[in-house]
């Protein structure tokens, strides 16, 4: 069976600091990979996703992932968060018409 | 565009209510899904639709019903609510073409006393 495991519940960076959240998934074939953003209050936000091509993915708001397919991992990264970032971060799996989430990660930003 | 749209926003319910949950997309998306979010638990999928007139479970889909008359809309019903079911209700939409965006409504936050 599917599944997504996101094991930091809570990290806390400083402001400009570079940040990574880890997933790690089991699947039983090529997997569809997503990362969304949930601020507060609010609904999902799809930030990038890896289907094929490229094991590094590019998405919205400077974060990119990289697919690693021998560690089963799919670790979100930015260079330098924003004290806008502060949010919950879910990993999930695909495919479209069963996506299964993490249990997410919530992210505190330091001034 | 409106997107997703949940109705209503909050729902405060007596158990053993009847109440249904709406959702609607203007987006003329085949794929549409209820998850479930609780604390520490992430999102946990309900049931799911493929395309109007299909319907199956996911991981967590006791005392809930769903049915797709059309492409739009995909309520989901509580037939008897129970405490447990107090939570955020998501509903989201994709095309349905392998590796596409779902698209989140703004939840419904039921709460059952």
């Known amino acids: 069976a599917q599944s997504v495991t996101q094991p930091d519940i809570h990290i806390t960076v400083s402001e400009g600091a570079s940040l990574e959240l880890r997933c790690n998934y089991s699947y039983g074939a090529t997997p569809y990979l997503f990362w969304y953003v949930q601020s507060p209050g609010q609904g999902l936000q799809l930030l990038l996703k890896y289907f094929s091509g490229d094991t590094l993915v590019q998405g919205i708001k400077g974060f990119e992932a990289e697919f690693k397919r021998s560690q089963s991992s799919f670790n979100l990264r930015k260079p330098s968060v924003h004290w806008s970032d502060a949010a919950e971060y879910f990993c999930a799996v695909g495919p479209d018409d069963k996506i299964i989430f993490g249990k997410g990660t919530r992210l505190h930003i330091l001034p | 565009n409106a997107g997703v749209t949940q109705t209503p926003k909050f729902q405060v319910l007596k158990t053993g209510q009847s109440m249904t949950l709406q959702c609607a997309q203007d987006m003329n998306h085949e794929y549409m899904s209820w998850y479930r979010q609780d604390p520490g638990m992430g999102l946990r999928l309900i049931h799911y639709?493929?395309?109007?007139?299909?319907?199956d479970q996911g991981e967590v889909p006791n005392g809930y019903n769903v049915s797709r008359s059309t492409t739009e809309d995909f309520p989901l019903r509580l037939l008897s609510a129970a405490p447990s079911q107090t939570s955020v209700y998501f509903c989201?939409?994709?095309?349905?073409?392998?590796?596409?965006?779902?698209?989140f409504g703004q939840g419904t936050r039921l709460t059952v006393v």
């Open positions: 639709s493929v395309g109007a007139g299909i319907t």
């Open positions: 989201a939409s994709s095309l349905g073409v392998t590796g596409t965006e779902a698209f």
